[in-house]
């Protein structure tokens, strides 16, 4: 769901935090003007036609709200978080933002963001898919403060399915997909040399490779490529066999040829693009890429799986390890709380879920704004069915201890720790992956013992135990306390 429109969406917001500038919607405060309340929204213009979606919606509510208007920033994903983060520094923050996961986090630990309690009602909450908004698993809690509002469906943000081209594998005599790695190899192969350079079999989605995290995560726990520790143990485990075989594999295509070439400077869509155009057999996606093929090619005979798994069997499920996504916070420096609060509300309403979703096929936290549609469309249809074929509840350290969430957090910040760049240099290097990763594991443990050490002479909580779930089984649900 990301899309980076131009830089001078950056510049601006810059300059809206030291100036006042603003870049979408709202008019000058004269006459009638000056008595209203204006809310600034600062949110991602993503998916493509989002930045027209959220004018007109939010035209809608101040057609409702006479007394609110409502002002939107616009930034490039890579850039939301700095941009809200400068305008928090210079006094001049908006009063709702658009703060994911971690950087939800990054937001509430400078206390820029307030806790919503005092406004949700049990109304609100039944909006919500029953259990779901339990302050322990929901995701978007705190300390038991509900810091966060999300908007799209539990499962959407970790699912990821398998696209494919029907007609260009028939070509090549396939009638299913790949259901192991070694089919996907396989494919992969005869795929791109039937192709002849006009079209290729498979690409890993982006320039980062993220499919090697997809496809690895069926293989190992989800923790593995996520933080490099396997959460069954709280210890380092990058070179695992299943995450170092996801490695290889994509090494070997792209060795053979079998992968597009030029992927390696591929933005988020542009294998949708490509897949659209008819130049991309298959690949790995996140869920919303169905939609964006849909409105390119609408005709195109496009099936939509689960993601292989390898050859010996799956090792994991795909993780659902908490509710919902954190989305929309509100600033604790906002003069205008019942206001924000208004557009916050608006923003959890079935008006605008059912939307959302009927503009973009993105399947929201609000599943009675779509669930009866969603069903009758093949294409979301077989997304609900992927989700749950392919996924599983799986422990969350964040939401299950401070220390675990201390400890993520170190995590975070030591990016460089992570299989990325070392999984990029072996794929596009064509260098063997394991002496890497048993690097990366050396430096990992290193840093952890660090952590753990600065944590205890601090008397703070984190430590490997914090990452330790003993009786995780990743082919099961996973209970807390259990």
């Given amino acids: 769901m990301k899309v980076r429109p131009a830089l001078t969406a950056f510049t601006c917001a810059v300059a809206l935090a030291l ?20 809310v600034t929204v600062g949110l ?35 850039q939301q978080l700095n941009a809200i983060e400068l305008m928090f520094q210079q006094n001049n923050a908006p009063d709702v933002f658009r703060a994911q996961d971690d950087g939800m986090d990054r937001m509430a630990a400078r206390g820029w963001v307030a806790p919503l309690d005092e406004f949700v009602t049990p109304d609100f909450l039944k909006r919500f898919p029953e259990g779901s908004m339990d302050p ?38 396939f009638a299913q997909p790949p ?57 380092p485990a990058t070179a695992s066999g299943g995450m170092v075989e996801a490695v290889e594999l994509h090494r070997r295509m792209q060795s053979a040829k079998a992968m597009m070439p030029g992927w390696e400077s591929w933005d988020g869509s542009r294998a949708f693009k490509e897949f659209a155009a008819g130049r991309l057999a298959m690949y790995p996606t996140a869920p919303w890429h169905v939609a964006e093929v849909r409105k390119l090619a609408p005709e195109i005979k496009m099936g939509v799986a689960g993601l292989p798994v390898p050859t010996t069997g799956r090792g994991a499920y795909l993780p659902l390890s908490m509710s919902f ?41 609000l599943e009675s704004a779509w669930k009866a549609e969603a069903e009758k469309n093949p294409d979301q249809a077989a997304i609900l069915k992927a989700a749950q074929e392919t996924m599983r509840r799986a ?9 675990g969430k201390a400890m993520l957090d170190a995590l975070a910040e030591k990016k460089d720790l992570k299989y990325t760049d070392a999984s990029l240099r072996s794929i596009v290097k064509n ?17 952890l013992d660090q952590v753990s050490a600065r944590f205890t002479a601090k008397g703070q909580e984190g430590s490997a135990a914090d990452l330790t779930f003993a009786n995780w089984d990743p082919l099961q649900d996973f209970t807390p306390g259990g």
Avoid at 327 to 354: I, R
Wanted: hydrophobic residues 35%.
């Fill in 136 to 173: 322990a698993t929901s995701g978007l809690h705190r300390d038991g403060k509900l810091m966060s509002l999300p908007l799209v469906w539990g499962p959407w943000s970790t699912l990821r399915v398998f696209l494919y081209n029907e007609d260009l594998l028939k070509k090549s005599g």
């Fill in 44 to 78: 991602v213009p993503d998916p493509p036609g989002a930045s027209q979606f959220y004018r007109q919606q939010f035209d809608e509510f101040e057609n409702a709200n006479p007394g609110i208007t409502v002002k939107v920033l616009e930034n490039p994903s890579d």
């Fill in 179 to 235: 259901k192991t790695w070694t089919e996907l190899e396989q494919m992969a192969a005869k795929i791109s040399a039937d192709g002849n350079g006009k079209y290729f079999a498979y690409a890993p989605a982006s320039a980062k490779a993220p499919a090697v995290e997809m496809l690895a995560s069926t293989a190992v726990p989800y923790s593995v490529p996520a933080t490099g520790i396997d959460y069954r143990t709280g210890k």
């Fill in 431 to 447: 260098q063997p992956f394991a002496p890497a990763a048993a690097q990366l594991d050396k430096e990992l443990q290193s840093y």
């Fill in 395 to 403: 422990p969350n350290p964040a939401l299950a201890s401070k220390g």
């Fill in 19 to 38: 100036s006042g500038c603003n870049l979408v919607g709202g008019s000058s405060e004269s006459g009638d003007d000056a008595d209203k309340v204006t």
């Fill in 325 to 365: 996504s954190p989305l929309w916070s509100m600033s604790s420096k906002t003069p205008h709380k019942a206001e924000s609060w208004k557009v916050m509300d608006f923003l959890s309403s079935a008006a605008f879920h059912k939307a959302y979703y009927e503009k973009f096929g993105t399947l929201t936290a």
